[in-house]
Structure formats: structure tokens, C-alpha cells
């Protein structure tokens, strides 16, 4: 068993306030009856320390509530509870404690369960409603009548409220409680409710004993069957629930049933737990602290990577776990097949990677990461450990879109339904650790919990579940919370929707699904220098010269020409022009031959157009061009093209391969400025005016194969 009580500064002129609020609510008949706050008494019963039950244990510290925990340490006897009847075991530790307290005529005792239990008022409001029933003993009320619906008919009518006794929690003065459980004469998997339903069904003895019911959730509120009742209530710098139905504010939320998911979101908000105000206000709380830590001393970790599928950019998710913020020596990576051989060198290809962790005294946490998992913050590892979590999962969406790795709610057949707060989580609006229902693709789970609370290996496999589903059901009902974090920014998840890998380099194709990390592998790192005026030149007059592409983009874009193969005879007669004819041939592929001309034209707005409009004070493209596409030199094929003006309001002409190397020759000269340039650079584009001032020419290409990308935009 476990006391405790907590003080705080204000806690002297708060028991004073207490006594004149409950003088002036018991004046009725001409007498008057202070209560002291230190003669109220809150128990409970818990065999083991759960996340619930210290949940339960935080809500009463923060209102300074005295808790005393029958059972702690025991062997549960009461039966499966949350299937069936029982929980006779709490009236029998109710029983004995009790007998302690048989003449404490002034002492008011509450017992309420503690796994599905949040405290969300004070004692002075506990003790202040309780009077108000003029009753020696209160119980919560329901809409069900369990675990015999047959009793029903013996309940007293109810105008409005609810009907049927629960036993989850109940308030009174200790004779009274003292006098009932001595009644108890059964066994530990009898069920509780039935022997107190029996005894407030007796009209006698409910008279004798004083016992009334809280129809209305003044004080005890079960979620089961009331879910829609009850409303998150934000003040600027509090959070109650408010059962809208009957217009009041309970002390007490109980997640009876099946409702232990709605009452882990209200357990997000409750009490004080986040307030627009103060934002997270328990998060720093119970960190576990790593500096100063020597890299031997780190948590060891098995990181299991999961590829189950095609995924865009996957070598540079291997490139990324290189760069963890986490000694390798504490790591233990696997999964991975085809790791360059560095710091991940002959990794463990065991398939089941959980059960390495669960057989292994020495594995401190088990993190598992799914390849479609964009991790651009290195010390996730770190930040995770740190929240000293059994199960947390960093928060990662995809960019721009609502498609997360967490369910904020389940719907009535456990699948996807969105929260209250779904979106603000996912956006970043509020900002915490929170308790869903539903986390996928990346956690972080703690060894010891695998060996101890989840030690069977098929948590994974349910019946017409999904492994991810089966996992995070499983883990809930051993009563394990799954947390997300959204504190730090972790990364992105990518969308592998449209991956075809039919193509040579599907990766080309992404920019539309996963534009931040098509810009990480194709665009130049100095691209965005360009747009604060800065790492661009001016060759010509108004022909400016800027980095846009990476070698990598500039590569298998040209392989991708290539591999098609079908290359125009630079005629010109040309079957795949509107008017069958071209005025200024070349030997070249057009973008929408190899069905990239869409994801073009996207380039072209996200990354062309900015430019111009920065280079070209005044002028606003829309970016749309007809002709897109790959132009190749040879000496003995088309080594250069003649003067000539471009369809276009302004033409962008980028460089794929390497002078000097590549090819010899080549470049552009333009007639009216007599100005050349001889040297393109690999992945740098010429960006020039089209019609009227810029006539121009195609420069011999002398020896090798000269590849350049030219779009006419805005024709």
C-alpha cells in the first residue's frame, strides 16, 4: 500500500477557502458544518505501476489530493474485468482499510479506480458537490445496467440523467462506506458492481445507508455510453471536461469500457496537461537525462530497418542512417541489405528483429524504421530516449499533407478516424507528447517492456489486422500507452502511391509526390543563392548563367534519353509537331516521348520561374512551354545549329555533361553582342530573351557528345 500527499504554497489560505465554501453550502436546517480539507481521503486500487496508474497518480498531485493505493505488489485475483465480471479483490482491500477508519465520523472517503482514471477538480470542488447531495454515500451513474440487465426494472425512475449505478467511483463519509463493504462475503472474482447494485436496490438498506446516485456527472463521469457528452473545455490557461448534456463539470472522468481511447485523449488535455497558454506544461517532466555520458555508457539500440517495398530515394535513406547522432558502438542496425560497407559493416539480416531485441538482456530500446521515413534530424535517437517513453513514435507527415504516422482516434471497427486535435498536431499547433491510438513507420520501444509486458511474439498477427495494427492493439491492451512526439522536427514520410519502377530512374518522376526530397537529390545546392541575388553571372547582356541542376539529375536525365533511344534525325520534317514541320531541326527527344513532361513543366514553375521573375524585374511567367526537350551534338550527327530565334518569350538551355571531358567544342553565341559562351557548365542554365534581340547560334561541337536540356517558355 502507498500514501502520499503533496503540498504546495497556497495550500493554508486553500483549506481556509474550503471551509467557508462548505460552511455556506451545508447551512440548511439552521446548523452549520465546516469540513476540513484534511479529513477528505482518496483510495484506490492498482496491483501494478502502470502508465495509467501514474496518469492517475499525477492528476491527483496536481490538486494536492491525499491518495492512499490498495494492492500495489499483489497478484490480481478479480478476474478479466475489461471482458467479463469480477473485481471482487478491490471491496476486500476495501474491506480492510476500511476498518481503520469505522469511527472517523468526519472523514470523507472516495474510492474510484485508478488505470482508467483522471482526477480534473480540486478537493475543495470534490467535497463542495458532495454536499450539495445531502446524501451519506454517492455513487457514479451510467446508462447501463451491468452486469445484469435484468435488474433494471428495480431501479428507481429517473426524470433526466443517468439511470444505473457503477462502482468505478463513489464518495461518502467512512462509517458509512465502513458499514457496506463489511457486507462483502464473497470471492475475489465476484463481481463488485453486482454486490453494490444489490444493496442500493434494497430500499431499506439504500435509506439506511444514505446512498443516491450521481445522475447528472456532477462529480463522477463515465464515458461508456456518454462519449458524445463530453467536451474538452479550454480556457486560456486551463482545460475541463464538460458533460454538455446535463451542463456540468465533473471531478472525476472514468474510461469505463471500452472508452479507454476517449479517455486518453481528454488524458491529453487533463488536467493542465496542455493549455493554450502554457502549451505543454508536463513535458519537461521525468526526462532522462544523457550528458556527460560516455559513448559506451549510451542505451544500446537495434535499429531494425524495414524495405518492404519499392521506395523512392532509398540510398539516400541509407545515407542518412550514417549520419545518426548516436555512437555506432550502442548501435546494432538490421535489416539493411545493402549498406555501402562503412560504420554499418556486416549487419545482422535476422528477419525477426524484434525477438533479437526481447532475446537480448543487453538491448536497451528497439527502434524500428520503415524506408519510406525521411529522418533529417540526426539526434532522434537522443530526443526520443530522452522522453523516457515504454513506446514513442516522432511525429513525421507528409510534406504539405495531413498523411501522418499516427491515428488521433479509431473508429467503431478499429480503423482510421480523425481526432478533435488531429490537425493541429499534424501542423504543429500544439505541440507536445501525446497518447493516441495508432503509430506506425518509426518507434522507439524499450527493451525491458519487450521482455516484460510484450514477451509473446505474435503481437504483430491478428485475425483481418494489419501487422501495424495488430502491434499498436496489441501493446494498448497490456495497458502500454503509444505516445507521439511532435516537440522536434524529425522529417517527412514520402509517398510511395505513384512509384514506377518500370522506369530507368523513377526517381526522376517525384517531384509531384515528394518534392523536398526530389529538390534534395536534383536541384543544386547553390540553386537558392540565385534567388537572394547572389551566385548567378552575366555573360551576355541579359543572358544570365545560374546552377539548377545536380550532377546526379543532369546523369540520368540523359540516361533516361538514352535508354528511350528514339532520337529525331534533325529533319525537318517532324511528325510529332502540331504543323509537321520544323524551321530549325536538331537531333533531339522530347520530353513527352519519355512521359516526363508534366513533371517538367513543374519544374519549370517551381524552380525557372522564380528566377526570371528575380533576374527579369517585372515580368511574371506562367511558366508554359510546348517544346521541352534534350538536344544532342555530335560532329558526325548534328554538330551545331544555325542562327536562329526561339518560339519563346524566354528560353533556358541547361548543360548535362561536362566540357573537357564529355565533348570538346560546343556552346552559344549571340549575334547581335557578338558575344559567346564557350564553357558551359554541368547543371548550370543559360536563361536568355527568345524573339527579337537574342538571334543565336549552336557553336560546333568538335569531338564526343554534348547533351543540353531547352525548354521555349512562354511562347
Not at 540526426?378 to 499516427?406: C, D, T, Y
Not at 526522376?508 to 515528394?514: A, G, S
Amino acid at each position: 500500500m502507498e500514501w502520499w500527499r503533496i503540498g504546495f504554497p497556497g495550500a493554508p489560505i486553500a483549506a481556509l477557502t474550503l471551509v467557508t465554501l462548505l460552511t455556506a453550502a451545508a447551512a440548511g436546517d439552521g446548523e452549520q458544518e465546516a469540513v476540513d480539507p484534511g479529513k477528505l481521503l482518496v483510495l484506490t486500487a492498482a496491483t501494478d505501476e502502470t502508465e495509467g496508474y501514474h496518469r492517475f497518480i499525477r492528476s491527483a498531485k496536481y490538486f494536492n489530493y491525499t491518495v492512499k493505493t490498495l494492492g500495489l505488489g499483489e497478484n490480481w485475483k478479480g478476474g478479466d474485468v475489461a471482458r467479463t465480471v469480477g473485481g471482487g479483490q478491490k471491496v476486500r482491500w476495501l474491506k480492510a482499510e476500511m476498518k481503520k477508519h469505522a469511527t472517523a465520523e468526519d472523514l470523507i472517503v472516495m474510492f474510484v479506480d485508478s488505470y482508467d482514471v483522471i482526477l480534473a477538480g480540486s478537493p475543495i470542488e470534490l467535497l463542495w458537490k458532495f454536499l450539495q447531495f445531502k446524501s451519506k454515500l454517492v455513487f457514479s451513474a451510467e446508462s447501463f445496467c451491468w452486469p445484469e440487465w435484468s435488474l433494471a426494472e428495480k431501479y428507481p425512475p429517473v426524470a433526466v440523467g443517468k439511470r444505473f449505478l457503477n462502482s468505478g467511483g463513489f464518495v461518502g463519509y467512512a462509517p458509512t462506506i465502513n458499514r457496506i463493504v463489511q457486507l462483502w462475503k464473497y470471492k475475489d472474482d465476484d463481481d463488485d458492481q453486482l454486490f453494490y447494485t444489490r444493496i442500493y436496490l434494497d430500499p431499506a438498506l439504500r435509506e439506511k445507508h444514505g446512498i443516491s446516485l450521481d445522475h447528472k456527472s456532477r462529480i463522477f463521469q463515465n464515458l461508456n455510453g456518454a462519449i458524445d457528452e463530453v467536451v474538452l473545455k479550454f480556457e486560456q490557461s486551463r482545460v475541463r471536461a464538460r458533460n454538455v448534456a446535463y451542463d456540468t463539470l465533473p471531478v472525476v472522468i472514468h474510461g469505463n469500457g471500452p472508452t479507454k481511447l476517449q479517455l486518453n485523449y481528454l488524458g491529453n488535455y487533463i488536467p493542465n496537461v496542455w493549455t493554450h497558454a502554457g502549451g505543454c506544461e508536463v513535458c519537461d517532466e521525468g526526462l532522462l537525462g544523457l550528458s556527460n555520458v560516455a559513448d559506451e555508457s549510451y542505451p544500446r539500440i537495434l535499429l531494425a530497418v524495414f524495405i518492404e517495398q519499392p521506395t523512392p530515394f532509398l540510398p539516400q535513406f541509407l545515407k542518412r542512417l550514417l549520419t545518426l547522432d548516436y555512437p555506432y558502438s550502442q548501435l546494432n542496425p538490421v535489416g539493411v541489405d545493402d549498406l555501402p560497407q562503412t560504420e554499418f559493416a556486416g549487419l545482422n539480416k535476422l528477419g525477426s528483429r524484434m525477438d533479437l531485441c526481447r532475446q537480448d538482456p543487453t538491448c536497451d530500446y528497439y527502434f524500428s524504421l520503415d524506408a519510406d521515413v525521411v529522418v533529417t534530424n540526426p539526434e532522434i535517437l537522443l530526443i526520443l530516449i530522452q522522453e523516457n517513453k515504454k513506446v514513442i513514435a516522432p511525429m513525421v507527415s507528409r510534406h504539405g499533407k495531413l498523411w501522418s504516422n499516427f491515428w488521433g482516434a479509431l473508429s467503431p471497427d478499429e480503423y482510421y478516424a480523425r481526432s478533435e486535435d488531429y490537425v493541429e498536431l499534424v501542423q504543429g499547433k500544439r505541440i507536445g507528447v501525446w497518447n493516441v491510438p495508432y503509430i506506425s513507420q518509426a518507434y522507439l520501444l524499450r527493451g525491458e517492456t519487450l521482455r516484460q509486458e510484450l514477451p509473446q511474439r505474435g503481437i504483430f498477427t491478428l485475425e483481418d489486422t494489419d501487422p501495424d495494427m495488430a502491434f499498436c492493439k496489441s501493446v494498448r491492451e497490456k495497458g502500454i500507452f503509444l505516445h507521439i512526439s511532435n516537440r522536434d522536427d524529425f522529417g517527412r514520410l514520402l509517398s510511395k502511391a505513384r512509384y514506377n519502377t518500370s522506369r530507368l530512374h523513377p526517381d526522376l518522376w517525384q517531384i509531384l509526390e515528394n518534392p523536398l526530397d526530389w529538390q534534395d537529390k536534383y536541384i543544386h545546392e547553390n540553386y537558392s543563392q540565385v534567388l537572394e541575388g547572389e551566385n548567378y553571372e552575366q555573360p551576355c547582356p541579359d543572358v544570365y548563367w545560374f546552377p539548377v541542376f545536380t550532377d546526379q539529375m543532369c546523369d540520368e536525365l540523359v540516361e533516361e534519353a538514352e535508354h528511350f533511344g528514339e532520337w529525331s534525325g534533325g529533319k525537318h520534317e517532324d511528325t510529332r509537331l502540331a504543323g509537321g514541320y520544323e524551321n530549325v531541326p536538331t537531333v533531339d527527344i522530347h520530353m513527352n516521348q519519355i512521359g516526363f513532361e508534366k513533371e517538367w513543366l513543374t519544374f519549370l514553375r517551381e524552380y525557372i520561374a522564380p528566377v526570371t521573375e528575380k533576374l527579369y524585374p517585372g515580368y511574371y511567367t506562367k511558366a508554359r512551354a510546348i517544346m521541352n526537350f534534350m538536344v544532342r551534338y555530335r560532329p558526325d550527327e548534328q554538330p551545331s545549329l544555325r542562327p536562329h530565334h526561339d518560339s519563346s518569350t524566354f528560353t533556358i538551355n541547361v548543360a548535362l555533361n561536362h566540357k573537357g571531358i564529355d565533348y570538346e567544342g560546343g556552346g552559344c553565341r549571340f549575334i547581335r553582342y557578338n558575344c559567346k559562351v564557350e564553357s558551359p557548365r554541368k547543371g548550370w542554365s543559360l536563361l536568355h530573351p527568345g524573339r527579337l534581340t537574342h538571334y543565336h547560334e549552336g557553336l560546333p561541337t568538335t569531338s564526343g557528345t554534348r547533351y543540353i536540356m531547352v525548354s521555349f517558355v512562354d511562347p
